[in-house]
């Protein structure tokens, strides 16, 4: 088994509402409009082209397997998606979990097991107020 883990911050925002019925997304640019309701957090510390080395290709590995803790005040949850030698990994200011199967430069997990309309109600009200959320990533694979 080979294991790798990542961990930084992003930042709540007025405009979150996270009702996305597909994706959820985190992103290091510093604003959003209302019509991003994918986008749980702004102002991350990385995007997909900063994850490590190692990290990129553990998640590249088929049958790989990513555990995505957020946590933010007294609210925490855990997202389990999947990973796929067809991830690029390589989008600047964007990181995006699916639960589809679709991949492109931003995408770092797919068939996950939530959305951002699976987001606990109670943690998008506080990431609305401005919050840090704290993002820590976890890929395994059987090698």
Same mark, same amino acid.
């Not at 209302?34 to 990385?46: D, N, Q, V």
């Not at 555990?67 to 389990?80: A, P």
């Given at each position: ?32 409009? *209302? ?10 510390? +990385? ?14 590995? *088929? ?56 987001? *606990?109600?109670?943690?998008? +009200?506080?990431? +609305? ?15």
């Amino acid at each position: 088994m080979v294991r790798a883990e990542e961990q930084f911050v992003a930042y709540g925002h007025k405009n979150i509402t996270g009702t996305h019925k597909s994706t959820f997304e985190i992103t290091r640019e510093d604003e959003l409009t *209302p019509a991003g309701s994918c986008i749980i957090a702004i102002g991350a510390e +990385k995007g997909a082209a900063d994850l490590s080395d190692t990290f990129r290709k553990i998640l590249q590995k *088929p049958g790989a397997v990513l555990e995505t803790r957020l946590t933010c005040e007294d609210f925490s949850v855990i997202i389990l998606s999947e990973g796929s030698p067809d991830l690029a990994l390589s989008h600047k200011t964007d990181m995006v979990w699916r639960r589809a199967s679709f991949t492109c430069d931003r995408t770092i997990g797919i068939h996950s097991d939530h959305t951002a309309r699976n987001i *606990p109600r109670e943690m998008i +009200k506080v990431l +609305k107020s401005g919050s840090i959320l704290h993002i820590h990533l976890i890929v395994s694979s059987r090698d």
